[in-house]
């Protein structure tokens, strides 16, 4: 029996984690997705698109570019595991911040970069990780950092791609994963 069986056959319910959320758009959602699953302290990941201008959009729609919204990753994640600051910092290492409405081979607006945030208090947090990445590059960053307009879930086959298709297609290197399995948020795991 599991330590949850145990405490729930004993009557003592298990307090949950709080959590925290934030929205990334990285380029084409199936390998951005995969990419946080892998870090710990990421509880949750959905695929879908955010900050467009129609009402319940389908992928087909999305994909013609015309309906202003941006493969986007839900991801949920527990604050005293990964720090907002950490998870951006790993979202910065996954994309070229500099590409506008391109990442990898994918090129068109639904692929654009950015940081949605529905928590006010998160900003100070992005402006610090821009201001600091912006100091690697000559050029602009190109990622968008605006508070959520709206998101809808994408089609089931979209969810967990990679995990469904391992030989699926993906912008993103198979070294990356890899780095995200073994990231550790230190200044989380010190405490």
């Known amino acids: 029996m599991s330590m949850i069986d145990d405490n729930l056959m004993s009557g003592q319910a298990e307090t949950p984690k709080p959590t925290k959320d934030i ?13 946080f699953k892998q870090i710990e302290g990421v509880a949750l990941t959905e695929v879908g698109f955010a900050n467009g201008h129609t009402k319940n959009p389908t992928y087909k729609e999305v994909y013609t570019d015309q309906t202003g919204f941006a493969e986007t990753v839900f991801v949920r994640f527990y604050p005293d595991v990964v720090s907002l600051e950490f998870l951006l910092r790993m979202f910065f290492k996954a994309i070229d911040p500099t590409s506008l409405n391109k990442q990898g081979h994918d090129e068109g607006t639904r692929y654009r970069t950015g940081i949605y945030y529905t928590d006010p208090a998160d900003l100070p947090v992005i402006e610090k990780v821009f201001a600091e990445e912006q100091n690697n590059y000559e050029q602009p960053l190109a990622v968008e950092k605006l508070p959520l307009q709206n998101f809808y879930t994408a089609e089931e086959y979209h969810q967990d791609y ?8 993906c912008h993103l290197p198979l070294e990356l994963f890899k780095f995200a399995k073994q990231a550790k948020d230190n200044k989380r795991n010190e405490q």
């Open 23 to 35: 929205y990334l758009a990285g380029g084409c959602f199936w390998g951005t997705e995969h990419y």
């Open 162 to 169: 990679l995990d469904k298709n391992p030989d699926g297609y």
